[in-house]
């Protein structure tokens, strides 16, 4: 069982930068996925990105690609989200998400940080 805790939300104005942190109550396994996923209000989950612990590759959704970045601190355990030139449709609630395993076509997640809210506003 892993325990994920997401902090560094808040609010925004349109055009900055956010920050948001993940840390693991355990070590990561190698085998382990973790992602970033928001949900605005009233709409479905929309992914933002995921790193595979094992090797550092990176995958970011359509509507954050090069305005996301995603890190990790392996022997801290914990992962970093920065986005930069932030939308008011950004806003959403954001969750840290972690995968046992890696499996195509659609990765499995099989624990959840409790979320952070995360405002932008024009």
């Known amino acids: 069982q892993v325990h994920l805790v997401e902090s560094g939300g808040g609010q925004v104005q349109a055009g900055g930068s956010l920050s948001l942190s993940c840390a693991a109550s355990?070590?990561?396994?190698?085998?382990?996925?973790l992602a970033w996923i928001r949900q605005a209000p009233g709409e479905g989950r929309d992914f933002v990105g995921r790193?595979?612990?094992?090797?550092?590759?990176?995958y970011y959704g359509d509507r954050v690609k090069g305005r996301a970045t995603i890190s990790r601190d392996s022997g801290k355990n914990m992962m970093y989200l920065h986005m930069n030139n932030l939308k008011p449709e950004d806003t959403a609630v954001y969750y840290c998400a972690a995968a046992r395993a890696f499996t195509w076509p659609q990765i499995k997640y099989d624990y959840w940080g409790q979320g952070i809210q995360v405002t932008v506003s024009s």
């Open positions: 355990t070590r990561i396994p190698n085998t382990y996925v």
């Open positions: 790193i595979k612990w094992n090797d550092g590759d990176l």
